[in-house]
Structure formats: C-alpha cells, structure tokens
C-alpha cells in the first residue's frame, strides 16, 4: 500500500498517455515514411530539371512584350463569359444548395436517414473537382458555357450547402419556439425564425463562394466549358506566350479585382 | 393580418412589412439569370437534348472497366507522391512565410512584400500554375509538385498570417521582457498560440493537394489527370468511370485519414 502511494508520488508528470503516444509517435514515422516513399519513388526526369533555367528564362522571352492588342480582338468576349458562368453558376448553386442545407441541418430535419442523404449528396458534389464536373458535362451538352455553369453549380453546392446546415444549426432556438408556440406553419417558421438568423452567414458563404468560382472558372475552359479558359487554351496550343502572358494578366487582375470587392462588400453586410 | 392587429386609436402595426427594396433586388436578379442564360446561349431545348445525350454517355459508363487497373494504380500513386511532396514542402515554407506576414510581428517594410507574395500564390488556379511550370520543368510530377506547392504557400501562409494576428501579446512580452532572443520568442510566445490551427490548415491542405493532384495532369503535370483526360478524349467512357470511382475512393479514403490524424492531435 505504502509502496504504491509513494510510486504515485513519485511518478514524472507527462502531458499525454502512452496510448496517445503512441499514436502520435505513428503519425510521426507516417509522415516521414510518405514522405521518404514519394521522394524515392517519384518519376522525375533529370535532363529536364537541368535545362529549367534556361526554359524558364526562354518563356520570359517569350511572354515579352505582352500582346495588349488581343485583349479586345479575343479575350474580353471570353472574360465576360466566364464572369456570367462564374454569376450564374453561383445563383444556381444557391438554389440548389438550400434546400440540400434544410435537409442535411439535424434541427431543422429530424431524420436521420435525410440528414445522411443530404451529406451524401453534399459530400459528393465536393469530392468531384470542378474540372471533372467540367468534362462530364461537356460531354453530356457538348462543349461551351452551358457545361461550364453547371459544373461551377455542382461543384459548388457541397460547399454551400455544407456551411449553411452548419448555420442553420447553430440558430437560437428561442424566435422558432416562439414562432412555433403561436403556431405558425413552418414556412413561416424558416422565413421569419430561421432565415434572419442565417442570412448574414448565407450572404457572406455565397460572396465567398462566388470569389472561388471566378477563379474556377478560369480554367474551366481547359477542357471545353467556356469562358477565358478557351483563349488561352488556343494560345497554349499555339505556343502564343505573348497571349499567354495577356490572358493570364487579365485573369490575375479579376481575381484581385473581385476579391477586393468581395471583402468589401462582406464588411459592409456582416 | 393588418386589421387585427393593434389597439383601437393606435395606427395598425404589421408584424412583417413588405420590403420592396427586397422585392426589386430579387427580380432584378431573376432578369440578370435569364438575360445571362439567353447570352451564355443556354435554353430549354438545349437542356432537354442534353438529357438524351446524358442518358446514353452514362449507358456507355456503366460497366467500369477496371480492366487497366495497373495503369490506374500507377497514376493514383502519383497524385498521391505529388500530394505528399507538394504539402511537405508548402507546409515548411509556409511556416516562415507566415511569420514574415503577420502584421503584429513585423515591419511593414517585411509584411508587405511577403503579403503580395501571398496573394500573387493565391490568385491564379492550380492548373493555370502548372501550364507554367511544364513548361519550365517539363512535363511530369515534377510540374504538378510546384504548382501545388505555389498554391499551398498562398493558402496556409495567408491564413497562418491572420492567425498570428490575432494571438495574444501578453505571452510574447512576457517571454520578450527575459530577454530572450528573437528565434526564442517565436518557439516559446507565437508558435504554441497557433500551432493547433497551423496543423489544423496543413491537414485541409493536404486533402486540398491530393484533390487538385488529380486534376493537374490534364495539363501534362503528372497524376491521374493525364489518364483521365486521355481515356476522355478517346471517348473511352467505361474506363473514364472507373478512374472517376477510384479517385473518389481515394478522397475519401483521404478524408478519413486526416479526421483521424486531426483527432490523434487534439
């Protein structure tokens, strides 16, 4: 008895048990094992890292000067489609997105056979890229800016959706029981309990959404979906860097245009 | 509604007044989506045949062929190496970019520069990156690693920036005030506030890069996007499908990896 207390006593204090040591210690030995596997195993050619200097400085050369003429001869026309896809694309996912939200949020949906389907179909939607969604719909309704919005919509809903049954959990319940007390049907319960709880957060989700999809939407031309993507995959297969760089220049300042105003605009909401 | 409401003498009061601010902005969008749908060229006929055309690509998806699984296994390895390669060294170089970025720390003499790195990381798509980088490097994992070590760095370094800022300086002080120097003040008063959500942004940028790492090899940068794109191009639809199935497999499998990586740090 005596020799157990004093053992106690003496016993070193550590943070975490041994269980818990032990697993951090895997995860350690994980992390070096993948990444000691990839370096090994990697296929990388040399005689093509040797001469990336000169590629490197030989596309500088290229991309100089900037061809600004092509900017109003082909990429505005396509810097305005991609904006509409990345718009529609995301008025289309809201759409779609609430009331995937409704069922997947457990307050609002008490079952929870629904509450694992609309997972399913959030968890689905987000695990595809948005070039894959590109591809399929591209072969589904042929190539051009019908398939890019409906990709950039798909894409998107498991990101909405996601954020807004996470608002719509965290929603005071004492407006809805208040609502539901004075027995109010439940459309008026979501429009009048739930929707002014949740609708700074659904206004920023959908800004920031939006932000993303323009610059998804970029791409999305790689493969046929429309929008500025399409120049510059012309460019590319015509080795016009000079364009290249013009395309490129214009998608970076879109970008850094629609972020500023998205951030401005999420100040003045929220 | 209105007639009931309110006292005798007082003016009725409605419980929810109209907004027609509200009811304005919403059917200016219902304009903005049909005018962008007519100039996009999207209509309904269009919609519906694309629903026959629908039904018979996804008639030639089923059954997957999984007859090339070696071919597809070669290529999910490789998403995987590039991965694992592009966080490994994202994560390292984001640590001191994030550092440098955070405005509480630094001058602005250092945070601004490295701001604009941040943002310039950010701004293009992971594949746009990896046009570049094939051809600078050549086509092959090589590229695919790079780009998606650009967009690791702008992802954590920016919100590993904000989280330093917020942390407390009460800590920092203190452990500045015994004199320590600077390389102490940052093991001991900064990295135990953040580290937990620095570990926390690695683990969703790791799950980030194994989604993207199957997508850049449609520009040649190695992975599974290569054979995807090939299988697609050759209308080779029922391999397409079992390529798409094992990269979900794989996303998924990765998703539950790093819950239970983020659980063992907790």
């Known amino acids: 008895m005596r020799a157990a207390e004093a053992s106690a006593v003496a016993r070193e204090w550590q943070r975490f048990t041994p269980a818990e040591r032990v697993a951090r210690f895997s995860v350690y030995l994980a992390i070096v094992a993948a990444i000691v596997w990839s370096i090994d195993t990697i296929e990388v050619i040399p005689e093509f890292l040797y001469d990336a200097p000169e590629q490197m400085a030989d596309l500088l050369v290229r991309m100089w000067p900037i061809d600004y003429a092509h900017y109003p001869r082909a990429i505005h026309e396509t810097l305005v489609e991609t904006l509409h896809i990345a718009t529609l694309g995301t008025i289309l996912t809201l759409v779609m997105a609430v009331p995937v939200g409704l069922l997947t949020a457990r307050t609002i949906t008490p079952h929870p056979a629904l509450n694992w389907l609309g997972q399913l179909i959030l968890v689905s939607s987000r695990s595809v890229n948005s070039l894959v969604w590109a591809l399929l719909f591209v072969a589904v309704f042929g190539p051009g800016a019908l398939a890019g919005t409906l990709a950039i919509a798909f894409r998107s809903v498991g990101f909405v959706g996601k954020l807004l049954a996470e608002a719509l959990e965290e929603t005071h319940k004492g407006p809805i029981e208040a609502l539901r007390a004075v027995g109010a049907p439940w459309l008026s319960i979501l429009l009048k309990g739930y929707w002014p709880q949740v609708q700074p957060s659904f206004w920023s989700i959908s800004l920031l959404r939006w932000d993303i999809n323009v610059r998804e939407s970029a791409v999305l031309g790689l493969v046929g979906a429309g929008g500025i993507g399409v120049a510059l995959d012309d460019a590319l297969n015509f080795f016009y860097w000079d364009r290249v760089a013009m395309i490129l220049l214009t998608i970076f300042v879109v970008v850094i245009v629609a972020e500023v105003a998205v951030n401005a605009i999420r100040k003045k909401i929220i | ?266």
């Open chain 2, 1 to 266: 509604m209105t007639a009931a409401a309110g006292s005798p003498g007082a003016a009725p009061r409605r419980a929810f007044v109209p907004s027609w601010p509200k009811r304005i902005a919403l059917l200016a969008v219902a304009a903005y989506v049909i005018y962008a749908a007519s100039l996009l060229g999207i209509s309904w006929e269009r919609f519906l045949i694309g629903m026959d055309e629908g039904a018979r690509f996804i008639g030639r998806m089923v059954p997957p062929n999984f007859t090339r699984w070696e071919l597809l296994l070669k290529g999910l390895l490789e998403s995987m190496q590039i991965a694992v390669l592009a966080s490994a060294l994202g994560i390292a170089i984001s640590l001191p970019v994030g550092v440098l970025a955070a405005r509480n720390l630094m001058p602005a003499s250092v945070t601004v520069p490295m701001r604009v790195f941040i943002g310039a990381c950010r701004s293009l798509h992971p594949v746009i990156v990896a046009i570049m980088f094939v051809k600078a490097v050549g086509f092959g994992a090589l590229a695919g690693v790079l780009a998606l070590v650009v967009a690791s760095i702008g992802f954590i370094g920016k919100l590993f920036a904000e989280a330093i800022e917020e942390i407390s300086l009460k800590q920092v002080e203190a452990v500045r005030s015994t004199g320590a120097s600077f390389m102490n003040v940052m093991t001991f008063g900064v990295l135990p506030q953040v580290m937990a959500r620095f570990i926390g942004f690695s683990l969703y940028q790791l799950d980030s890069n194994l989604r993207n790492s199957t997508m850049v090899g449609i520009v040649g940068a190695g992975g599974i996007g290569g054979t995807l794109f090939a299988a697609f191009k050759r209308f080779d639809y029922d391999y397409v499908c079992a390529i798409l199935i094992a990269i979900i497999a794989l996303i998924f499998a990765a998703e539950i990896f790093s819950n239970w990586l983020r659980r063992t740090f907790q």
